[in-house]
């Protein structure tokens, strides 16, 4: 999820779940009980803000709403983390960002509602939905193509680079499809592509970048990822050390100011996020409070006896 800031998470977050076919035929619970798996730490900005918004929509942690978290430490983590959360008997289980999460929440929730942010994966394509205003199963939620972002950033740092011959793409598990996709269009645009792949428990991201030591100064983009976004400051540093430009979106951590300091445009100058024709980070960012939105959307329509659609108008 490295290509979107906290405030876009937090948006999509709230809005994924906003009309629920199958819970708008249930019973309302006194309290929603929101179980989800990432890799950050309990305490990342995310999840607080993410927090507030529900309260902002009426739901109070502790007295109507609950948000069960369990850390994955790995993507092979999120199977179990799933079938965890499902056997607390939460009434929703949130998957967001890679396919992994959503495959083991699939294979956890039994009739339990799943909401799901795919952001590396087509999930109609993938057969998760049968489309997203008609989902046809207990998944449903909101699909951002970072394939098609993928592509911009390599577009925006072609203009940032115009003499730059190769372009690092460094990717993971999760992050193969936006990484071929941003290769085929870097070949469009003179670059040669570098896929950099990221292995090792816990990820060794020093051995994947060695290839691109002999080419100093050539730019490298890093794909959306649960594994990007929570090791970000890692990768930074490496990079600082490197003196290698970067694309990656800011966050509010330490890693994302420094990821931000390294993306100089010739002649010192620093690019907005997302500038010279890039995908706009804050522009994403504003998409990302929907989730809980959503949430709250469906918890309140269990009582009603409605279809609903996906998505919502906004």
Not at 44 to 64: T, V
Not at 117 to 136: C, M, N, Q, W
Not at 291 to 301: D, L, N, P, V
Request: charged share 20%.
């Amino acid at each position: 999820m490295s290509g979107m800031g906290r405030r876009e998470f937090i948006t999509l977050l709230g809005s994924a779940v906003a009309a629920w076919p199958l819970a708008a035929r249930a019973q309302s619970p006194k309290m929603l009980r929101v179980g989800y798996s990432g890799m950050l730490t309990r305490e990342a900005p995310h999840y607080a803000a993410f927090e507030k918004r529900m309260a902002e929509l009426g739901y109070q942690e502790g007295r109507n709403f609950t948000f069960e978290y369990i850390q994955a430490p790995s993507i092979e983590g999120y199977e179990a983390a799933y079938h965890e959360l499902a056997a607390r008997n939460v009434d929703i289980l949130l998957a967001a960002g890679n396919e992994p999460a959503l495959r083991a929440a699939r294979a956890a929730a039994g009739t339990t509602p799943i909401v799901f942010i795919a952001l590396d994966f087509d999930p109609v394509e993938k057969g998760y939905v049968t489309s997203l205003s008609r989902p046809g199963s207990n998944s449903t939620g909101l699909f951002v193509s970072q394939l098609e972002l993928a592509a911009k950033r390599v577009e925006f740092l072609r203009k940032t680079f115009p003499n730059a011959r190769r372009v690092g793409l460094l990717w993971d598990a999760t992050s193969r499809e936006q990484a071929d996709a941003a290769a085929a269009v870097a070949v469009q645009l003179a670059f040669e592509p570098r896929l950099l792949e990221v292995i090792g428990q816990p990820p060794n991201y020093a051995a994947a970048l060695m290839p691109m030591d002999q080419w100093p100064g050539e730019p490298i983009m890093i794909p959306a990822s649960p594994l990007a976004l929570r090791d970000r400051t890692t990768i930074v540093r490496l990079l600082l050390d490197r003196r290698t430009p970067v694309d990656m979106c800011p966050s509010r951590g330490d890693g994302g100011r420094r990821a931000y300091q390294l993306r100089r445009q010739p002649g010192g100058r620093l690019p907005r996020c997302g500038g010279s024709g890039g995908p706009s980070c804050q522009a994403r960012q504003r998409r990302r409070n929907s989730h809980a939105g959503a949430i709250a959307f469906s918890h309140r329509s269990q009582s009603q006896d409605c279809e609903g659609s996906w998505p919502p108008n906004s």
